[in-house]
């Protein structure tokens, strides 16, 4: 199709403070049962690692490094307020808290940004491979995507082409150029929903466990006009504080890399060529490109209208290539540093490259801090 152009959100400086991670590729332990491993919270720590949390640990490597789980049995968790979405990441502390906000520099429509957004106990059919990975709270995760953040009409229409941003000809609004990306392409229907949080003591780091998809699957491999998912970090003990996305990857083979990994950044090795989350990262898991070599199954997203398709449906030529087919990354972790109190914003965007179709969508749950952070990002081993 024609170019599809690519968007940056509102008011970020660009810094070359990009972050990558070296454990690309690397699986956290940690399942849909929602624990990961089999921690009883006490006020002594019995463990024998040297980490900072104060449980009692019946594993013998503390794989979990050390998680501050809080309690969020009286936290609202399902519906499309900042409240649930904050509550259905596990977020329910009040004390790490500082405050939210969710915006978009191209989609003006308040209704439009409405649905954008969802907290849900369940993305796609039960029994799917999407359950919540840590169900304090009703079992429930966040949504957002760059259309509608729950379809418009299951099980009869899954369509993953919906426009936030004005019409494909008239977006509401120009694009906006991403400064992370080095390509020519403005983006589209961009939802940016930033936290401000401050780091409690003990905790040395934070991780996110999340599932990105996107109907540009497969048949956009390969392409510069990928939808991007960015975990954009402000912090001082990062960078200086300058927004630095944090959720990189190996490539898949063959494609163009999104950047290579400055001298002396944490979590990747200097001249490393790594992607952001997109259909190009290394970690997605194909359904046909290049003979889907890059992984040995697939995570089962029933329901959730990503499902893949083949080369032959992806191509049918009638423009419909893409709205009802797709495929996703599975379950990942990105894991990153932090100071014990530090206070630091996270913005986790979303964005259609280069035109206000094609949708990509993200699941987000299980925001918690660590006592000993292992920085990267990688999948999650059920």
């Known amino acids: 199709m024609a ?18 991670c070296e454990g690309a590729g690397s699986a956290r332990p940690g399942g849909s049962d929602g624990d990961m491993d089999t921690d009883t919270d006490t006020d002594a720590d019995t463990d024998t690692d040297a980490d900072t949390d104060t449980d009692t640990d019946t594993d013998a490597d503390d794989p979990d490094g050390g998680e501050i789980l809080p309690d969020c049995s009286d936290c609202p968790a399902i519906g499309t307020d900042l409240a649930s979405l904050r509550c259905a990441i596990d977020l329910c502390d009040d004390a790490v808290f500082v405050g939210q906000t ?9 209704a439009k940004l ?8 369940r993305f796609g059919a039960a029994g799917n491979g999407l359950a919540p990975l840590y169900p304090p709270v009703d079992g429930s995760y966040a949504l957002m995507a760059s259309g509608y953040a729950v379809p418009s009409d299951p099980p009869d229409n899954y369509d993953h082409n919906q426009i936030l941003s004005g019409t494909l000809l008239q977006p509401d609004g ?6 992370f990306a080095p390509y020519d392409y403005d983006s589209y229907d961009v939802l940016e929903w930033r936290l401000e949080l401050q780091a409690p003591e003990g905790a040395h780091g934070f991780r996110i466990h999340y599932v990105f998809f996107s109907v540009e699957y497969d048949e956009y491999v390969g392409k510069d006009f990928n939808d ?17 996305v944090i959720n990189f990857t190996e490539c898949r083979p063959e494609v163009p890399a999104d950047y290579v990994c400055p001298a002396d950044m944490p979590a990747c090795d200097e001249g490393d060529a790594l992607c952001y989350i997109a259909i190009n990262s290394g970690l997605s898991e194909c359904c046909w490109y290049d003979g889907c070599t890059t ?6 997203i029933t329901g959730t209208g990503f499902e893949c398709g083949t080369s032959d449906v992806d191509y049918v030529g009638d423009y419909s290539m893409g709205f009802t087919y797709g495929s996703s990354t599975g379950w990942l972790y990105t894991e990153w540093p932090i100071e014990p109190g530090e206070e ?10 280069a035109d206000a179709i094609l949708d990509s969508e993200v699941i987000l749950d299980k925001f918690v801090f660590v006592g000993d952070p292992d920085p990267g990002t990688g999948p999650v081993i059920e």
Do not use: C, Q
Request: charged letters at 15%; hydrophobic letters at 45%; a negative charge.
């Open 228 to 244: 991007k998912f960015y975990m954009i970090l402000e912090a001082a003990s990062t960078n200086g504080g300058a927004p630095s």
């Open 174 to 179: 120009p694009g906006v150029p991403d400064p």
């Open 344 to 353: 630091f914003a996270i913005t986790f965007h979303i964005h259609d490259t």
């Open 102 to 110: 969710y915006t978009s520099p191209t989609v003006t429509n308040a």
């Open 114 to 121: 409405d649905r954008s957004r969802a907290a849900v106990a």
């Open 3 to 20: 170019a599809r152009s690519l968007l940056i959100w509102s008011a970020l400086p660009i810094a070359f403070g990009i972050m990558a």
């Open 295 to 300: 992984m040995a199954e697939n995570t089962d």
